[in-house]
């Protein structure tokens, strides 16, 4: 017998890894998932079920064949519907499959990726403005491994989040990965910088930039350590 979380859980992880086949998402699929959009400031989002061993199981065996079958044979229209299914679907099936899983595991890896190409998509400008500002101030090579264009304003910012995604499934995993960890650094830099900036004067405010910089440097430590995984082929 089929729990109803159960059901749910694989028509969503149904979609998902249809989105990654060359036929696509059904008409009726498309009508049935509607985009839900976040706040960038809640971006860490978890689902409740009743059983977190199938939970774990439907994650991983859903990240691997999704990863699997476009890696396999990275069709160009393939990789761009997935790299834009938050915008056409919202992030509720992506985070009901992945979102309880491990930091240093593939459904993990590609939760936080997701996450990452969201807060940018929805406030470009604030991104912009975090990643200027971590560039101009942190001492390290995050920026060049980012690639990020100087200076890089909303549309660079997305562009290079939406690549960094579709390195994921048609280039090198590890590398994809890593230039994941330098971005999220130099944002985290910035919104430490602003949340110093509005200390004094908006302190809600700077309390929010704050939680900002630590879930970002959280997810850069993370995607480093999967990447450190995927290259001895331990990332599971």
């Given amino acids: 017998m089929c729990l109803p979380w159960e059901a749910a859980a694989r028509n969503r992880a149904a979609a998902l890894v249809n989105a990654g086949s060359v036929e696509g998402v059904s008409d009726q699929s498309r009508d049935y998932h509607k985009p839900v959009r976040r706040p960038s400031e809640l ?47 919202g992030i509720d099936d992506i ?37 200027e500002r971590g560039r101009t101030n942190l001492s390290s090579a995050d920026e060049v ?19 960094i995604l579709r390195g994921l499934f048609e280039g090198d995993f590890a590398v994809a990965l890593d230039r994941a960890a330098s ?33 970002l440097a959280d997810y850069a430590a993370d995607l480093s350590a999967c990447a450190a995984l995927w290259r001895r082929e331990a990332l599971t």
């Avoid at 930091?103 to 940018?120: F, T, V």
């Avoid at 491994?145 to 690549?163: F, K, R, S």
Wanted: net charge negative; proline share 6%.
């Fill in 43 to 89: 971006f860490d989002r978890l689902f409740a079920a009743e059983d977190p061993a199938e939970v774990s199981r439907v994650a991983h065996s859903t990240a691997h064949a999704l990863l699997a079958r476009v890696r396999a044979d990275p069709d160009g229209q393939v990789v761009d519907r997935l790299v834009a299914f938050t915008d056409e679907n």
């Fill in 183 to 215: 971005f999220c650094r130099v944002q985290a830099a910035g919104a430490t910088h602003l949340a110093d900036d509005y200390e004094a004067t908006e302190p809600e405010r700077a309390s929010g930039f704050t939680t900002r910089a630590l879930r």
């Fill in 95 to 131: 985070a009901e499959l992945w979102s309880r899983s491990p930091a240093k595991s593939l459904p993990g890896a590609l939760w936080r990726l997701y996450l990452l190409q969201l807060m940018i998509h929805d406030d470009a400008q604030t991104a912009a403005l975090l990643y």
């Fill in 145 to 163: 491994i980012a690639g990020a264009p100087t200076p890089a304003g909303p549309d660079e910012l997305v562009a290079l989040i939406d690549q």
